[in-house]
């Protein structure tokens, strides 16, 4: 065990806290990121994709604790590093795709919430976005030779804001959007907080009629229920123009969908992402990017899944010669497949160190002690495809925790003596090994 890892202390303390609960880490991903190489392959070529111009949708499929949430995650933080802007959220019964009483907005509010940057990689970097354009616009045009404080600076930044707002108006929704933008930027100019206040309130959503946007900011409808994924691609396109790569959107527990107990309610979203797979993959959303996570129930049961809805079963179901050997990562379709033993061991391998790292001792665990308590996990009925990293990694931790806050325990008297019972392997049982794994 003496692979060398540097992590922040502020991150693997965050990391180590998420994994204990149960919880998908929000930093730190890179550091367990074990066994999911063909996936991340994938989606980094989708990456390139949307970097060039493209667009992309993808499926993460996976049961509950399999892994598809922090694939999400771990792609988030590629994506922010690579200059990309991310937006995530989790749908709940107040959040879908589309929806009345404003269940629609409602996701599209998170989204915006959490819009994140390199710079502000937690969320809330919408404003951050906006003045960091303008001030690049002002360095622009300071660089040309116009002196700040002028006439001709001004007028110099107001016609690149204004050029930018009029590729924007020939999109959906565009015209307002630009409008806004341009207010905000007016009100930059005159440190008019209450008028930027406002500008933003429109962009993240928060207007409930047009009269009241109309009175504020002179502009003829909001973002709501119907509208609002018509803004997020207006903000792809907005991004990429000044200098992000693109727009990446992840949504997960798409699992609530399917729960949805109205039929019409259900098709009604199930509608609305098929025109979204339809917009991105036949290129009419440029810049944008998106990912869905949810359950197989979710993508395959057809009474309530999406291959209840024939549009999307024709679009996404596996080819005949898809489901052997081989598996098709160029499909809309990822499906998370269980952790091989050897992966499992060098997770627990990896989350024994870096323990030891954020409490600062030297975890009481042998590679054989690693090794028989996978092996007991393995052992339960059901195992070997309904066991996941999650729970692995939570009794695991807590074993971790108890050792570290009882000085006099070991490893056998708190996991129990029949764990380490001298079994005979069974035939073409895998026998854990570090050196095989780094090797």
């Known amino acids: 065990m003496d692979e060398k890892i540097t992590v922040p202390k502020r991150i693997l303390a965050s990391l180590i806290g998420s994994v204990s609960a149960g919880v998908v880490p929000r930093l730190g991903a890179p550091y367990i990121a074990i066994g999911r190489d063909a996936e991340i392959a994938a989606l980094l070529s989708d990456l390139e994709t949307v970097s060039d111009g493209g667009s992309s949708m993808r499926f993460i499929i996976g049961k509950y604790g399999s892994g598809k949430?922090?694939?999400?995650?771990?792609?988030?933080?590629?994506?922010?590093?690579?200059?990309?802007?991310?937006?995530?959220?989790?749908?709940?019964?107040?959040?879908?795709?589309?929806?009345?009483?404003?269940?629609?907005?409602?996701?599209?509010?998170?989204?915006?919430?959490?819009?994140?940057?390199?710079?502000?990689?937690?969320?809330?970097?919408?404003?951050?976005?906006?003045?960091?354009?303008?001030?690049?616009v002002q360095g622009e045009v300071a660089s040309s030779g116009a002196l700040p404080g002028t006439k001709e600076f001004e007028d110099g930044?107001?016609?690149?804001?204004?050029?930018?707002?009029?590729?924007?108006?020939?999109?959906?929704?565009?015209?307002?959007?630009?409008?806004v933008v341009n207010r905000y930027y007016r009100a930059s100019c005159s440190d008019d907080e209450e008028e930027k206040s406002r500008c933003m309130r429109w962009l993240r959503g928060e207007y409930a009629?047009?009269?009241?946007?109309?009175?504020?900011?002179?502009?003829?409808?909001?973002?709501?229920?119907d509208n609002w994924y018509d803004t997020i691609k207006l903000y792809a396109e907005f991004v990429r123009k000044i200098g992000y790569q693109g727009l990446i959107v992840f949504i997960d527990e798409c699992v609530n969908l399917y729960k949805i107990p109205n039929r019409i309610g259900r098709e009604n979203n199930y509608e609305k992402i098929l025109s979204m797979f339809n917009d991105t993959l036949q290129g009419r959303a440029p810049g944008l990017g998106i990912l869905l996570g949810g359950t197989p129930p979710f993508l395959e049961d057809t009474r309530?899944?999406?291959?209840?809805?024939?549009?999307?079963?024709?679009?996404l179901a596996d080819g005949r010669f898809g489901n052997g050997e081989y598996r098709d990562m160029l499909g809309p379709v990822i499906r998370l497949?269980?952790?091989?033993?050897?992966?499992?061991?060098?997770?627990?391998?990896?989350?024994?160190?870096?323990?030891?790292?954020?409490?600062?001792?030297?975890?009481?665990?042998?590679?054989?002690?690693?090794?028989?308590?996978?092996?007991?996990?393995?052992?339960?009925?059901?195992?070997?495809?309904?066991?996941?990293?999650?729970?692995?990694?939570?009794?695991?931790?807590?074993?971790?925790?108890?050792?570290?806050?009882n000085p006099e325990a070991d490893f056998k008297s708190v996991v129990g003596e029949t764990v380490f019972q001298k079994k005979e392997p069974e035939d073409g049982g895998e026998d854990f090994s570090l050196e095989e794994i780094e090797g």
């Open 69 to 136: 949430s922090f694939l999400m995650q771990l792609i988030r933080g590629y994506a922010l590093e690579r200059g990309f802007i991310c937006a995530d959220c989790d749908l709940s019964p107040e959040r879908r795709i589309c929806g009345g009483k404003g269940t629609g907005i409602a996701t599209y509010r998170e989204l915006i919430r959490n819009m994140a940057s390199k710079t502000s990689p937690e969320g809330g970097a919408l404003g951050q976005i906006i003045a960091k354009w303008l001030s690049s």
């Open 157 to 179: 930044v107001t016609r690149r804001v204004f050029s930018l707002s009029r590729e924007l108006e020939n999109n959906v929704g565009g015209f307002d959007f630009a409008a």
């Open 209 to 225: 009629t047009k009269t009241e946007a109309r009175a504020d900011l002179g502009v003829g409808s909001i973002i709501n229920d």
């Open 304 to 315: 309530r899944g999406l291959f209840s809805y024939e549009a999307l079963r024709s679009r």
């Open 337 to 405: 497949r269980r952790l091989s033993d050897n992966e499992l061991f060098a997770l627990i391998t990896r989350i024994t160190k870096l323990h030891g790292m954020n409490f600062g001792w030297e975890p009481r665990v042998t590679e054989e002690e690693l090794a028989s308590f996978l092996k007991e996990c393995l052992s339960r009925t059901g195992a070997d495809t309904m066991v996941t990293p999650r729970e692995i990694l939570r009794d695991y931790l807590s074993v971790l925790n108890i050792l570290y806050q």
